[in-house]
């Protein structure tokens, strides 16, 4: 047995004991990606399969298509085993995620999709595994300059969504670049789009955490009216976009922003540990949402500062509707809490309507979770700053931002296919209807470039698959940090 440190606590967390909470251990060495769990040991590849360094693979496969068409997701739902299990594009997220000299860990511990641990902040439904259900965000074009292919059988990456947006906006290809000069990891997906489209004004918008499968589904049988428009408008990826690792909601955020992976924008989770300061960081939150380019790395260039260095208007060239990732945008939600003197939490929530009264709710029970009462809140502004940007069309942003949370809310609270999940869905689908009604009457519909996306998928833990690894690693007697819990810094 290696006495190395990080190889002990490897060996400690691929125990078969803990099989049913430990889905794959991560590292990256010399710039090679591993994983290993119970069942052996792999050295990962970009090209090709994994390689067989101890026992059998423990991925049943890298297929980004994987569980698709919806019935086979239906089928085996949150696989119990990671053989059974499939993990996209595994080598270069993972070597992006373990770029950062200061903030990467040593080592993830990525969480069975059944793993329930509230007592460490899980959910019924969680995300952040670098497996494809909660990795798969749901991707579709639509509008102006998009053709009518429908759904289609392919996938991109998430980091792909950046570039695409300021490519729409005007930003020449050869200027897709970060603030050094480096190519994006993202890229134009430009079989996407009809060469030479034209259009006035160009409108991404996220429904955090939105799981792909069940979008399409529900838009194909007539529930969500507002995005099945888009789709018969334009097109869906059935594949959707591929999350960055891991698949959590501000690293996620801000590689579609930035069109870079965490190992160059920064933002390793919700929670980090930056060994340079010697700072656990918690980036999102409502207290600290507002601040977010803080710990931006100096490398990254958000898609609002792309657009800002080509575009010359007098008004709005850019909007950012309820995103933290927002630095170089004209107009920015988290601006408004920024200059307002109070703190994160106490400004938003002075903004925020009342619950009881949103017009989008379906089901006034869902009000008594509270995370899922503050989305309906922010949502509800959401959509009172959009119809507000496009009050006038002639001074409409060129490129608007519009990020919806409720989303996220309902799948925590009820988990993929729950009626608190498809509440949320519904009711962002209310909201995106008033909007293109609004678009409708002022007659500029068919002017516009429409991209829906979010920020990673969604898998349902079970209520038996309880746990922590938190003895074992104790066990090993090295000085550690755990964030996340699953990010395991050696001290
Ligand atoms: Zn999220």
Same mark, same amino acid.
């Given at each position: 047995?290696?006495?190395?440190?990080?190889?002990? &606590?490897?060996?400690?967390?691929?125990?078969?004991?803990?099989?049913?909470?430990?889905?794959?251990?991560?590292?990256?060495?010399?710039?090679?990606?591993?994983?290993?769990?119970?069942? +052996?040991?792999?050295?990962?590849?970009?090209?090709?399969?994994?390689?067989?360094?101890?026992?059998?693979?423990?991925?049943?496969?890298?297929?980004?298509?994987?569980?698709?068409? !919806?019935?086979?997701?239906?089928?085996?739902?949150?696989?119990?085993?990671?053989?059974?299990?499939?993990?996209?594009?595994?080598?270069?997220?993972?070597?992006?995620?373990?770029?950062?000299?200061?903030?990467?860990?040593?080592?993830?511990?990525? =969480?069975?999709?059944? =793993?329930?641990?509230?007592?460490?902040?899980?959910?019924?439904?969680?995300?952040?595994?670098?497996?494809?259900?909660?990795?798969?965000?749901?991707?579709?074009?639509?509008?102006?300059?998009?053709?009518?292919?429908?759904?289609?059988?392919?996938?991109?990456?998430?980091?792909?969504?950046?570039?695409?947006?300021?490519?729409?906006?005007?930003?020449?290809?050869?200027?897709?670049?970060?603030?050094?000069?480096?190519?994006?990891?993202?890229?134009?997906?430009?079989?996407?789009?009809?060469?030479?489209?034209?259009?006035?004004?160009?409108?991404?918008?996220?429904?955090?955490?939105? =799981?792909?499968?069940?979008?399409?589904?529900?838009?194909?049988?007539?529930?969500?009216?507002?995005?099945?428009?888009?789709?018969?408008?334009?097109?869906?990826?059935?594949? +959707?976009?591929?999350?960055?690792?891991?698949?959590?909601?501000?690293?996620? =955020?801000?590689?579609?922003?930035?069109?870079?992976?965490?190992?160059?924008?920064?933002? &390793? +989770?919700?929670?980090? !540990?930056?060994?340079?300061?010697?700072?656990?960081?918690?980036?999102?939150?409502?207290?600290?949402?507002?601040?977010?380019?803080?710990?931006?790395?100096?490398?990254?260039?958000?898609?609002?500062?792309?657009?800002? %260095?080509?575009?010359?208007?007098?008004?709005?060239?850019? $909007?950012?509707?309820?995103?933290?990732?927002?630095?170089?945008?004209?107009?920015?939600? &988290?601006?408004?809490?920024?200059?307002?003197?109070?703190?994160?939490?106490?400004?938003?929530?002075? %903004?925020?309507?009342?619950?009881?009264?949103?017009?989008?709710?379906?089901?006034?029970?869902?009000?008594?979770?509270?995370?899922?009462?503050?989305?309906?809140?922010?949502?509800?502004?959401?959509?009172?700053?959009?119809?507000?940007?496009?009050?006038?069309?002639?001074?409409?942003?060129?490129?608007?931002?519009?990020?919806?949370?409720?989303?996220?809310?309902?799948?925590?609270?009820?988990?993929?296919?729950?009626?608190?999940?498809?509440?949320?869905?519904?009711?962002?689908?209310?909201?995106?209807?008033?909007?293109?009604?609004?678009?409708?009457?002022?007659?500029?519909?068919?002017?516009?470039?429409?991209?829906?996306?979010?920020?990673?998928?969604?898998?349902?833990?079970?209520?038996?698959?309880? +746990?922590?690894?938190?003895? $074992?690693?104790?066990?090993?007697?090295?000085?550690?940090?755990?964030?996340?819990?699953?990010?395991?810094?050696?001290?």
């Amino acid at each position: 047995m290696s006495s190395e440190p990080r190889e002990r &606590m490897i060996e400690a967390l691929c125990a078969p004991d803990l099989a049913p909470i430990v889905d794959l251990v991560v590292w990256v060495d010399d710039g090679t990606p591993y994983a290993a769990n119970h069942v +052996g040991r792999v050295r990962l590849h970009d090209d090709g399969p994994a390689e067989v360094l101890a026992g059998a693979s423990p991925l049943g496969s890298e297929d980004p298509m994987a569980f698709l068409p !919806y019935e086979r997701e239906l089928a085996d739902p949150s696989p119990r085993v990671s053989t059974d299990n499939a993990y996209p594009l595994a080598a270069p997220r993972l070597r992006s995620f373990f770029a950062d000299p200061d903030r990467s860990p040593d080592l993830a511990v990525v =969480h069975t999709p059944r =793993h329930f641990f509230p007592e460490q902040g899980g959910h019924v439904g969680e995300h952040g595994s670098l497996d494809v259900i909660q990795s798969r965000a749901p991707l579709v074009l639509s509008g102006a300059g998009v053709p009518r292919s429908g759904c289609v059988d392919s996938y991109a990456r998430l980091v792909d969504v950046g570039p695409t947006l300021a490519h729409l906006a005007g930003v020449p290809d050869d200027d897709l670049v970060d603030a050094d000069g480096r190519a994006l990891d993202g890229r134009v997906l430009t079989e996407h789009l009809d060469a030479g489209g034209t259009r006035t004004h160009v409108i991404g918008i996220l429904w955090d955490g939105a =799981h792909c499968g069940d979008l399409l589904h529900l838009a194909e049988a007539g529930e969500l009216p507002g995005v099945a428009r888009l789709v018969e408008h334009g097109l869906a990826l059935r594949g +959707g976009v591929v999350a960055e690792f891991p698949s959590i909601t501000l690293t996620n =955020h801000t590689a579609i922003l930035t069109g870079v992976g965490p190992g160059r924008h920064g933002v &390793m +989770g919700n929670v980090y !540990y930056d060994r340079a300061t010697g700072e656990r960081v918690v980036p999102n939150n409502q207290a600290t949402w507002h601040r977010s380019a803080d710990w931006l790395r100096p490398g990254a260039r958000t898609v609002f500062e792309m657009v800002a %260095a080509h575009v010359r208007a007098d008004g709005l060239r850019t $909007a950012c509707v309820d995103e933290a990732i927002d630095r170089g945008a004209d107009y920015a939600t &988290m601006a408004l809490i920024r200059d307002s003197g109070e703190s994160g939490t106490d400004a938003l929530d002075d %903004a925020l309507p009342d619950p009881t009264t949103s017009p989008y709710l379906c089901n006034p029970a869902f009000l008594d979770d509270s995370y899922f009462r503050w989305g309906v809140r922010v949502d509800d502004l959401g959509l009172t700053q959009m119809l507000d940007l496009y009050a006038d069309p002639a001074a409409a942003p060129l490129l608007t931002w519009w990020a919806n949370v409720v989303t996220d809310c309902g799948h925590h609270g009820g988990g993929p296919r729950s009626e608190m999940a498809r509440d949320a869905l519904r009711q962002s689908d209310a909201r995106l209807v008033t909007f293109l009604d609004h678009l409708d009457s002022l007659g500029i519909t068919d002017d516009v470039t429409f991209l829906l996306t979010a920020d990673h998928g969604f898998e349902g833990s079970h209520p038996d698959v309880t +746990g922590s690894w938190t003895a $074992a690693l104790d066990a090993v007697g090295v000085p550690y940090r755990d964030e996340g819990p699953g990010l395991v810094y050696l001290l």
